[in-house]
C-alpha cells in the first residue's frame, strides 16, 4: 500500500531522515514508533503531502507519490499531532465544514460522530471540549473523505488514561473498516495494543520493521525480575559475573536480570542469588515486551 524507499529530508543542516526505507501492508496497523525526535512527524507530513522531502522515492497504491500527489491525497486521512480548530463552531458545523472543502458528499455527519462518541455533543462548541473530545473530532475528520489510508501522529499520546482507552478502542474499531492505518506513538503500551507490524525509527534511522508475532519470536528474551526486601544496589556487581546474564536494569528493592541461556539460567539462578546474603522477596520469569525490546534496540546502536 505504502512504499518508501531511501527517503531523505533535511531541515537546513539538520537531517531529520536519513535514508529511511519501509513498507506498509494493505489492510495492516503499522505502528511506527520512536523517542521525541526520531523523525515520526517529519515522514508522515511528507506522506500526507504537507512538507517536500530531498531524497527517495514514495510509492503509494502502486503509484509515485510525487507525480500523482493529488490523485493519492484522495484516498489519504491525517490526524495530525496537534489538530487545529474553530472554537467557536460545534462538532457538527465543523465537519460540515470540512465536508464543503474537501467537497465530500458522501460521508454522513451524524453516522460519523456517533462512530467517535460525539454526538450528545454535537451542538457545544468545540472551545469547551475536553482533549480527548478534540481528538476523537479530528479523527472524525480525517475519516471524513472515506480514507483507504488513515495517518494518526500520536492519537493517543497527549491524552488522560481514559482518553486513551477510548482512542485505542476507536483505532481498534478502525480495524474492521479494512483500510491501512499508519499510527505513530512513542508509547509502546498503545503500538503493542493495536498495531500488527512495528517500524522503530530513531535519530532519522529506522532500525527494525517486523510483524509484531514475528518480533516476539525473534526477541524472546528471558527475563527474571526479581525483588529484594532491602535495596540490593551494593551487591549487584557479583550478580552480573555468570557468563549467562547479559544486562541488568536495577529499580530501587527490584532488578531485571536479562539472561542469554534461559535454560541454564533457570537451573543457575537461584544459586547465584542465594550468593548475595540478602533476602528475595520475590521472583518470576517473563517475556520481552515491546517496550524490552525497544530499550535494546535503541541502545545498541
Ligand atoms: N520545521 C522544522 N525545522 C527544523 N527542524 C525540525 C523541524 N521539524 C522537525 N525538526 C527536527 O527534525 C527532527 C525530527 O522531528 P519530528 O519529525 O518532529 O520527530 P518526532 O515526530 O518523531 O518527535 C528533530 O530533530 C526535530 O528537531
Ligand atoms: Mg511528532
Redesign the pocket.
Known sequence: MIKVVDLK?N??R????KSISFEVEKGSVFGFI????????????ILTGL?KFNDGKIIIKGKDFQENKQEVLKSIGYLP?TPTFYDYMNAYEYLRFIGEIISYEGKNVSKLLEMVKLAKHKKKRIGAYSRGMKQRLALAAAFMGNPEILFL??PASALDPEGRMEMLELIEGLKNEKITIFL?T?ILNDAERVCNKICI?D??KILLTENLSQLYKSYIQPIFDVEFEEDPTDKIDLLKKPEWVENIKENGRKISIYVKDLDYAKKEILKELSKLNTSVVSYQIRKSTLEDIFMRMVKQK
Open positions: 529530508k531541515y537546513g539538520v537531517e531529520a531522515l520512536g523517542r521525541n525526535g526520531a523523525g515520526k512527524t517529519t515522514t508522515m507530513n512538507i499531532e501522529d500520536e505513530s512513542h525509527i535519530e532519522g
